[in-house]
C-alpha cells in the first residue's frame, strides 16, 4: 500500500532483568547459561535485547512475584555478574511494517516522536531484518507513546 508502517501495537508490565559483566561477549555460551536459569525456573521471556557488556531479558512482571531472589542468585551463580538488577514499570511497543525497510528515516521518526511527546525511551531493539521496532518506555508513558507514533505515522 506504501505505507512505512502496518501497525504500532503494545502491552504493560513488563519487568527488565538487567545483567552486567565485561567481556561477557567473549564467554561461550552466556546468554544460554542465563535463559537455562530462566527455563529452570518455568519462566519464558518477552524480548531479549542486548549490548556490548550487557544482556537484558524482559519478562512479565507477575511471572517473577515470589521468586525474585531465587532468580537473581541462580543467575548469579551460572555467569558471576558485575550486576544483576531487575526494573519494574516497564513497557513494549511494537512498529511494524514491510515498507519500514525501503524507507530511510522510520526510526528517527519514531524517536523523535516519543521525545516530542516528553517521553524517555528505556529500550531500544531493531531486529536485522528491519520489519520491526521493539521501545520500552514507563508504564505511565505507554498510552502518550502510542498516541505520538500513531500521530507521526497515520495523521
Known amino acids: 500500500t ?35 536459569v530462566l527455563e529452570d525456573n518455568d519462566i519464558s521471556f518477552e524480548h531479549l535485547p542486548s549490548g556490548i557488556d550487557n544482556m537484558s531479558v524482559v519478562i512479565e512482571s507477575r511471572v517473577l512475584e515470589g521468586r525474585r531472589d531465587k532468580v537473581l542468585t541462580s543467575i548469579n551463580r551460572a555467569v558471576r555478574a558485575d550486576s544483576i538488577t531487575i526494573e519494574d514499570g516497564l513497557a513494549l511497543i511494537a512498529v511494524v511494517g514491510l515498507g519500514m525497510v ?16 516528553g517521553i524517555n525511551i528505556r529500550m531500544i531493539d531493531q531486529g536485522s531484518s528491519e520489519f520491526s521496532i521493539i521501545v520500552g518506555v514507563e508504564e505511565h508513558d505507554f498510552n502518550n507513546a502510542l498516541v505520538a507514533i500513531y500521530n507521526e505515522f497515520v495523521k
Not at 525501503?102 to 511527546?117: D, E, H, P, W
Request: net charge positive; aromatic share 8%.
Open 2 to 36: 506504501g505505507n512505512v508502517i502496518t501497525g504500532v501495537a503494545g502491552k504493560k508490565k513488563f519487568s527488565g532483568l538487567n545483567i552486567e559483566k565485561d567481556m561477557m561477549n567473549s564467554e561461550i555460551g552466556f546468554g544460554r547459561r542465563v535463559l537455562d
Open 102 to 117: 525501503k524507507y530511510k528515516g522510520t526510526a528517527a521518526r519514531v524517536f523523535n516522536a516519543i521525545s516530542n511527546a
